[in-house]
């Protein structure tokens, strides 16, 4: 089966960047998608498709997918952005066809 | 507004069934594919089972393969899975998320949440 590789956590400073991490074996050849989840709370999707922002996720979040590691970035972190991020991906010749990676808990100092 | 509300949960005994229902609005349901998600307690989240808009495929986690089945009534908007045999790892809160296609599967909504507890 296909493996995501996450870091555990990420620190950072109010108004520093984040970036997240999610390694797997040509995953730039995957479609990429990002979820958030607050303590208490279910996820929210935060990018899809490698770098594609839902309504309602600010600009600072960006995402990039190249080789073996897809890249979910937090421009200006503020303190409402501390949370749990996991990745995903899609493969219909995978079981399972959903994988998500182990999660990043990002937390701001 | 799309809205998808679980309900079923709760505590069994190991060996136990249960019967989870996600009742879906705000979009056409028979439409897109669903899936449930369930996530252990301090844990990450793992992908159990889908279900295509006209219930004509199904898939499943090994770690359920035999014990759950996920079925839908897209007459009345609603999703189910049917858990038996239930163990202590099935512990966790279990998502009922609608799903995306557009080459790749995602979710594009998440339920809240049930929790179901497997204990003696």
């Known amino acids: 089966s296909y493996v995501l590789t996450q870091p555990p956590s990420v620190s950072v400073a109010p108004g520093k960047t984040a970036k997240i991490s999610c390694g797997g074996n040509?995953?730039?050849?995957?479609?990429v998608h990002w979820y958030q989840q607050k303590p208490g709370q279910a996820p929210v999707l935060a990018m899809y498709?490698?770098?594609d922002r839902p309504s309602g996720i600010p600009d600072r979040f960006s995402g990039s997918n190249s080789g073996n590691t897809a890249t979910l970035t937090i421009s200006r972190v503020e303190a409402g952005d501390e949370a749990d991020y996991y990745c995903q991906v899609w493969d219909s010749s995978s079981d399972p066809p959903y994988v998500f990676g182990s999660g990043t808990k990002v937390t701001v100092l | 507004e799309v809205q998808l509300l679980e309900s079923g949960g709760g505590l069994t005994q190991p060996g136990g069934s249960l019967r989870l229902s996600c009742a879906a609005s705000?979009?056409?349901?028979?439409?897109?594919?669903m899936t449930w998600v369930r996530q252990a307690p301090g844990k990450g989240l793992e992908w159990v089972s889908d279900i295509s808009g006209s219930s004509g495929r199904t898939n499943y986690a090994d770690s359920v393969k035999g014990r759950f089945t996920v079925s839908r009534d897209n007459s009345k908007n609603t999703l189910h899975l049917q858990m038996s045999s239930l163990r202590a790892d099935d512990t966790a809160v279990y998502y009922c998320?609608?799903?995306?296609?557009?080459?790749?599967?995602?979710?594009?909504?998440w339920g809240q949440g049930t929790l179901v507890t497997v204990s003696s």
């Open positions: 705000g979009f056409t349901f028979s439409s897109y594919a």
């Open positions: 498709y490698d770098g």
């Open positions: 040509n995953i730039g050849r995957k479609s």
């Open positions: 998320a609608k799903t995306v296609y557009g080459g790749s599967y995602h979710i594009d909504y």
